[in-house]
């Protein structure tokens, strides 16, 4: 019996369906596919990085040089789609912000969080991070800060 003769006897048809890309299921979008599992995968990363030591970190020094760790998640935070992401709109310059969700469209203007007024630039960055971590990644206010 020659090699591929004994291959083809040893295999099955229909084990080969589950990983030969030939007898695949069509996905509509494979590039969707990939950058939710990718998502997925980065988001349960990163989750583990987020410990009360490092929303300490950020409430001490929003802005400026940050470790590795808290620079990962921020990273991750700040290339959230627009839709409904949480920004920091300023309402007097230098002395009143507040926190909005921006829409996602050009033509209708960013909607209101609450009703809070922050009086500090450093407090209202912080509080928007708390904001961005908790929603993006489905956390209490209790869990972590």
């Given amino acids: ?3 591929h003769e004994w291959i083809c006897l040893f295999f099955d048809r229909r084990d080969m369906e589950d990983s030969m890309p030939e007898f695949a299921v069509p996905v509509p979008d494979q590039d969707r596919l990939y950058r939710d599992r990718f998502e997925a995968r980065l988001r349960t990363e990163l989750a583990k990085l987020i410990t009360p ?7 001490r020094q929003p802005v400026g040089q940050h470790s590795d760790d808290l620079a990962r998640v921020l990273r991750y935070l700040r290339s959230r789609p627009a839709q409904n992401k949480p920004v920091l709109f300023e309402i007097e310059p230098d002395r009143a912000f507040k926190i909005v969700a921006l829409s996602g469209r050009r033509d209708l203007p960013p909607a209101d969080v609450d009703d809070r007024v922050f009086t500090a630039r450093a407090t209202a960055i912080h509080a928007l991070f708390e904001l961005r971590i908790r929603e993006a990644f489905e956390m209490d206010g209790d869990d972590n800060g």
Avoid: F, K, N, Q
Avoid at 53 to 59: A, C, K, P, S, T
């Fill in 1 to 3: 019996m020659v090699a």
């Fill in 53 to 59: 030591e490092l929303i300490d970190e950020h409430r």
